[in-house]
């Protein structure tokens, strides 16, 4: 069994900032990505941020400069620091990562159960 467990979102006022935690506990061989994604009701699931296992990350360019993703691989846990919240990037954000739980085994997503973050304008 694996489990995410995020923490850190709430209800901040435009500007303002926020720091989500994500940890994956477990049976765990490997991750290789760990990542955040953001839903909003009536829209797709989008990607926010991702980093790899040696620290190369990709962020979607509504976030870039403002969000930054950090990894702690001996805790297997990610970070998302986010700074200069606008009311726009109010949505339930998600943990996902990406694993094998053996060494012969096939990678695998899996995902938090989501955390709100709500923007005041």
């Known amino acids: 069994q694996v489990q995410l467990v995020e923490s850190g979102g709430g209800l901040v006022q435009a500007g303002g900032s926020l720091r989500l935690s994500c940890a994956a506990s477990?049976?765990?061989?490997?991750?290789?990505?760990m990542g955040w994604y953001r839903q909003v009701p009536g829209k797709e699931r989008e990607m926010v941020a991702a980093i790899t296992s040696g620290g190369s990350t990709n962020y979607a360019d509504s976030v870039k400069g403002r969000f930054t993703i950090s990894r702690d691989n001996a805790k297997n846990t990610v970070y998302l620091q986010m700074n200069s919240l606008k009311p726009e990037d109010a949505a339930v954000y998600y943990c996902?990562?990406?694993?094998?739980?053996?060494?012969?085994?096939?990678?695998?997503?899996?995902w938090g159960q989501g955390t709100q973050v709500t923007v005041s304008s």
């Open positions: 477990g049976r765990i061989f490997s991750i290789s990505v």
């Open positions: 996902n990562a990406r694993l094998t739980r053996y060494s012969w085994s096939r990678e695998s997503d899996y």
